[in-house]
């Protein structure tokens, strides 16, 4: 049996993403946090708006122009911008079409 493509797999992405967001946040206690599906961007990360900005582009060098992040952002109201979990983007991702 063959084993799902690596950004069809959401172990797999959650991986991918958790090390995208070390990067971007760049910090030494980010580290020391265990990312999760249900990690919140907002109150366990604590990442601003120019965080968001440098993580779609690194999605975007990540999984090219099937994923994108800012459309999937802009679709969402404030509250579930806040509220938002790293499962959602997971979930987001996976969903995606091939490119």
Avoid: H, K, N
């Amino acid at each position: 049996m063959a084993s799902a493509a690596p950004d069809r797999d959401p172990t797999a992405v959650l991986d991918t993403v958790a090390r995208l967001l070390r990067e971007v946040i760049g910090e030494d206690w980010v580290d020391e946090v265990e990312i999760t599906m249900d990690t919140s961007f907002s109150d366990d990360l604590e990442l601003e708006s120019i965080e968001f900005v440098a993580l779609a582009e690194q999605l975007q060098e990540t999984y090219g122009d099937r994923v994108d992040f800012v459309g999937w952002l802009s679709s969402m109201d404030l509250d579930e911008i806040i509220g938002l979990r790293v499962g959602q983007l997971v979930d987001f991702i996976v969903q995606c079409p091939p490119s």
